[in-house]
């Protein structure tokens, strides 16, 4: 599995609750109906101790889009803060958000790829929800939802994919391809509308009406299997035929990330997919993986403004390379194949 890990960064569930009798949230009639929203859920949350509540009213707008760019909550969420909330483990892998495009978008992430894992976290919490309000249910259309997609479970049931070397041997238009076939789809790294960044998919399934949560659950899973093996397939094809000119790419990039005074975040994200490749190949050494994986939303601006208390932000880009120049040295080994 810790080779499947270097491929599949993370797997997530996410289920989709709606409380029968209100508008959608662009349409709720009244701060009262979200108020009660969010304080249903809180009452029912509180029977599970390991849950902060966070009021995005609370909240600046960077610590809004820091959120965001760690994948914590979603754009739609920000959008609405005056009414949105969300709460959040201990951990830091369950999230309830309130007040989204939906009244309840709850959702886990665990490491590596096993969808099962979350599904069975989440659903302990789902189970409270729907046994505390009155979720919108149809016999038909399974559980009423503000996007005709996530009709039927509710759920979307998704994993987040590092592919560098299919991007490498241009096979990425080959596997959207495969995807669509499949009744599934393909994301960027911030999710729906955004492109893909660091060689990082998110792929999940299309639709939930019609399946249950454990077809879904299979269908991507057996999907992401294939695509794994695409991908080691073309990592050896890279070690063969494209050796010198992909170690030297990705020194250049240690190189870079190492010395640099000046750096964007495009590039930033670019680099670090290329160090991670990297270690994959075994050129370089990632001493902690996790922290490694941090730096990707570290190095973001809203996240390098809530580290840094005095941040200037006409010198984003070089205390960027600074702080991300300082952590590679310390987490990034050379090492000779």
């Known amino acids: 599995m810790e080779e499947f890990d270097k491929i599949a960064i993370s797997s997530r569930i996410r289920l989709a ?10 349409k709720l009639d009244s701060e009262i109906d979200a108020s009660y929203i969010t304080n249903a859920v809180t009452k029912t949350l509180e029977k599970f101790d390991y849950f902060s509540l966070i009021k995005l009213s609370n909240c600046s707008l960077n610590e809004c889009n820091a959120m965001f760019e760690r994948h914590l909550i979603s754009k739609e969420l920000i959008e609405n803060k005056d009414i949105s909330s969300l709460a959040i483990s201990e951990d830091g892998k369950v999230i309830v958000m309130v007040n989204e495009e939906d009244h309840i978008r709850e ?13 069975r976290r989440l659903t302990k919490i789902d189970d ?11 016999k038909e259309l399974g559980f009423i939802t503000a996007s005709p997609s996530n009709l039927g479970t509710g759920m979307r049931a998704s994993v987040m994919l590092f592919l560098p070397a299919l991007e490498m041997q241009n096979k990425i238009e080959q596997l959207f391809k495969s995807a669509k076939e499949n009744q599934l789809t393909i994301r960027g790294i911030y999710g729906e509308g955004s492109n893909a960044k660091g060689s990082l998919y998110q792929i999940s399934n299309q639709g939930s009406l019609g399946y249950s949560e454990d077809e879904i659950i299979d269908k991507v899973s057996q999907f992401i299997y294939d695509v794994i093996s695409e991908e080691k397939s073309s990592r050896e094809e890279i070690l063969t035929e494209k050796y010198e000119t992909v170690k030297d790419k990705i020194m250049r990039a240690y190189g870079i990330l190492t010395n640099c005074y000046y750096l964007e975040e495009d590039e930033m994200i ?12 075994g050129f370089l050494q990632i001493l902690d993986d996790e922290k490694f994986m941090k730096l990707f939303y570290e190095g ?3 996240n390098l403004q809530e580290i840094f208390d005095f941040f200037q932000i006409e010198k984003e880009n070089i205390i960027r390379s600074e702080y991300i120049s300082k952590e590679i ?7 000779e194949k």
């Open 128 to 138: 409270e929800i729907l046994s505390s309000l009155p979720i919108a249910f149809d």
């Open 300 to 302: 973001t601006k809203a």
């Open 17 to 26: 609750r709606n409380v029968d009798g209100l508008k959608f949230y662009t």
């Open 107 to 119: 959702q886990c992430i665990e490491n590596g790829f096993n969808l099962y894992k979350p599904y």
């Open 270 to 281: 670019s680099l670090l997919a290329l160090i991670k490749f990297g270690d994959a190949l």
């Open 329 to 335: 040295k310390h987490l990034v080994q050379r090492r």
